[in-house]
């Protein structure tokens, strides 16, 4: 199975300060048919997750332009511009490229 | 709007059976891959298995642990995903998601292996 790795696990930050937060795969995402099947997830304390980027950098509907993807092959970034109360939780990455799709560890974001 | 309800969790022993269901809403469920995703007690997400849509061959895949034990299927005319999970083993107890191939979630449905 493709591993997925985040960095940092754990990321206090200060309200209105950027965050960011890196993955990286044990195998390139890039697919067959050209795009890269990297997506970023956002899961509240007690809550189901939410996707927020989808193909690396296409953000889901309703998610606010503070959040940005990046990234290519097999290193890959959530950027939060601002981080805001409502943006606690974990962050997981995941890649549907290779069967089975599979997560990172996430990272849990916290206000310093 | 898209909404996605669990149920069918519960309490079971190791070596049981159990199915969870998964009623979706607001989106044309046939055309949809669908999959179910779990995460153990305070742990990460794990996927479990997905079924593509009966246009797509309406085929299933399975991640290796449940592999075997799992088995995933649809009834479109019911707008219903089931999870049939047998020969349950303790680390298979979590919340059960169903989710449609990523994008939208259900609250989940806790199931627990214990004697």
């Known amino acids: 199975d493709v591993v997925m790795t985040q960095s940092p696990l754990s990321l206090p930050v200060t309200l209105g300060q950027p965050a960011s937060i890196s993955c990286r795969s044990s195998?390139?995402?890039?697919?067959?048919?050209?795009?890269?099947?990297l997506n970023w997830f956002q899961q509240r304390p007690g809550q189901s997750p939410r996707r927020l980027i989808y193909k690396v950098s296409n953000r889901d509907s309703g998610v606010p332009d503070k959040f940005t993807g990046s990234g290519s092959g097999t290193d890959f970034t959530l950027k939060i511009s601002r981080v805001e109360a409502e943006d606690v939780g974990v962050y997981y990455c995941m890649q549907g490229t290779h069967w089975p799709p599979t997560f990172g560890q996430g990272t849990k974001v916290e206000i310093k | 709007e898209v909404q996605l309800v669990e149920s069918g969790g519960g309490l079971v022993k190791p070596g049981g059976s159990l199915r969870l269901s998964c009623a979706g809403s607001g989106f044309t469920f046939s055309n949809a891959w669908m999959s179910w995703v779990r995460q153990a007690p305070g742990k990460g997400l794990e996927w479990v298995g997905r079924i593509k849509s009966k246009t797509d061959g309406g085929t299933t895949d399975y991640a290796a642990p449940v592999e075997g034990r799992f088995t995933i299927s649809r009834d479109d005319s019911k707008t219903t995903l089931y999870l049939q999970m047998n020969s349950l083993k303790t680390e298979d107890t979590a919340l059960y998601y169903c989710?449609?191939?990523?994008?939208?979630w259900g609250q989940g449905t806790l199931v627990t292996v214990s004697s």
């Open positions: 989710t449609t191939d990523g994008r939208d």
């Open positions: 195998q390139s995402l890039l697919y067959s048919d050209g795009n890269t099947y």
